[in-house]
């Protein structure tokens, strides 16, 4: 690592600060354009990385269930395609100044971000899915077990795979909690679990269940009960892990290769907008506050408030919660820093420093 030609000439000349934190801090006009250059630069392009990123992943994963293997592959995808745009927009930037690329890249993001996300949530929607009726419920799955923590309970387990014209596959993990009724004594005292079950399409209709107990009989021995008088249906809990098909996994791809490419409009110039802002002898402690409070405090805040966000938008009337509302804070967040950008910033074109 070696120090920049500008800043060795000043030092050379003993101009460079000798206390950076106070002639950056300390001195009113560098401080108002510090909090300026924050304001209206940074937080934007802050929460603008999550939200093709780590957000990106946690609303795919979470949100639309895709499986965790393709999740990752998505973003890595379209984080590598992205990789020359940042090259070309900082060497756009030098043309047509950092300020219009920087505020261009937030208004496409204000404008955009929730078009996107809706996209591709209605891609891997199961409601927007042909079902191949050859293969309807395939693979299917079923074991029954007591409930560790309430042996009145017997928990259901069943898994099946659904398969789409566009062969996405979409698995189904069902948990059915029945109790047994107090009309049902057993046999025997101390049965210990529940080996496997049969059932029909529905569980209220379970019938047959198979106890292994605890007496003096052999261990592979079974006493098989008929249980459909003594069940009594008390929940169920419904989960999927989809693995979308090629076409819509590249569809993906792209829309995530767009919030990317919108990124790297901002990100592209910043550096160079940075540098160009301050003076030399107290660039680097000017530029290094501001930048991670945009990227660290306002940027790291996009997942934690979009979950929390999300979580809380779940009501009775609204049990799936809704999906979009984790983007109000990043789009809120650049709206404000577009606003003052727009009217305080300075453009600056390659300027020669």
């Not at 050859?134 to 042996?151: D, I």
């Not at 529905?202 to 198979?210: A, D, G, M, R, T």
Request: charged share 15%; with cysteine; proline share 4%.
């Amino acid at each position: 690592m070696q120090e920049s030609p500008l800043f060795l000439k000043i030092k050379e000349t003993g101009k460079h600060s000798k206390n950076p934190l106070k002639d950056s801090f300390g001195k009113k006009e560098n401080l108002k354009y510090i909090l300026l250059i924050l304001f209206g630069a940074l937080i934007g392009e802050g929460v603008m990385g999550p939200v093709g990123g780590i957000y990106g992943q946690i609303f795919v994963e979470t949100i639309c269930k895709i499986d965790f293997s393709q999740t990752r592959y998505i973003i890595l995808y379209s984080s590598i395609f992205s990789m020359p745009f940042y090259v070309f927009f900082g060497w756009m930037s030098d043309l047509v100044g950092r300020k219009w690329l920087i505020l261009s890249a937030m208004f496409l993001g204000i404008l955009f971000y929730k078009i996107i996300y809706m996209k591709i949530f209605s891609l891997t929607d199961a409601k927007n899915r042909t079902e191949l009726v050859v293969h309807k419920k395939s693979n299917v799955s079923c074991k029954a077990f007591l409930n560790p923590k309430n042996q009145d309970e017997i928990l259901i387990e069943t898994i099946s795979d659904t398969v789409y014209s566009d062969q996405s596959v979409y698995r189904y993990t069902s948990i059915d909690t029945v109790l047994l009724a107090k009309t049902f004594v057993p046999p025997q005292l101390g049965f210990i679990k529940i080996n496997n079950a049969s059932k029909n399409d529905s569980f209220q209709n379970l019938s047959i269940v198979k106890f292994v107990t605890s007496s003096n009989i052999k261990s592979d021995a079974s006493l098989v009960l008929n249980l459909t008088n003594h069940l009594v249906f008390k929940d169920q809990n419904q989960t999927v892990i989809k693995t979308v098909g090629s076409k819509i996994f590249w569809n993906i791809v792209g829309l995530f290769l767009i919030l990317n490419i919108i990124f790297t409009m901002i990100y592209g110039p910043i550096a160079a907008f940075l540098v160009e802002s301050f003076p030399t002898h107290i660039r680097y402690t000017a530029v290094s506050l501001p930048y991670h409070i945009g990227n660290g405090i306002f940027g790291g805040l996009v997942p934690f408030l979009g979950i929390l966000l999300f979580e809380m938008s779940k009501t009775v009337q609204l049990p799936a919660g809704d999906i979009l509302i984790g983007l109000n804070y990043p789009i809120a967040i650049l709206s404000l820093s577009f606003i003052i950008g727009l009217v305080f910033l300075k453009n600056n074109k390659n300027i020669k420093l």
